[in-house]
């Protein structure tokens, strides 16, 4: 059974940082697409970051130079590391996961909270 479980969200001041986690359970990471996406109330989904099999990333024009996503090969996890927080990130957080099958995965999210 394939499980997504996101984590290291919360409450942060405008300006700070929080490092967001997504644990995968029964596939590998390191042969698949990791999706990292954000919805906040009244808006789309919005893409935020990608990392694919091989280590390259994608950003999106709203997070670029302030968003990080890498891997743990060896934990099996994804992490987003999210600096210089505005309030217009706040939001659910998800990841998803691409497997080389081309099969779509996704965790239930984790709440981001940008506010004074």
Not at 51 to 57: A, D, H, K, Q, R
Not at 93 to 102: D, I, P, V
Request: charged letters at 15%.
């Amino acid at each position: 059974q394939v499980q997504l479980v996101e984590s290291g969200g919360g409450l942060v001041q405008p300006g700070g940082s929080l490092r967001l986690s997504c644990a995968a359970s029964g596939i590998a990471v390191s042969v698949s697409t990791i999706f990292w996406h954000r919805q906040a109330p009244g808006k789309q989904r919005e893409l935020v970051a990608i990392i694919n099999n091989v280590g390259s990333t994608y950003y999106e024009d709203s997070v670029k130079g302030r968003f990080t996503i890498s891997r743990d090969i060896a934990e099996n996890t994804v992490s987003l590391q999210m600096t210089s927080l505005k309030s217009e990130d706040t939001a659910v957080y998800l990841c998803a996961l691409r497997s080389k099958s081309q099969q779509y995965y996704w965790g239930q999210g984790t709440q981001v909270t940008v506010s004074s």
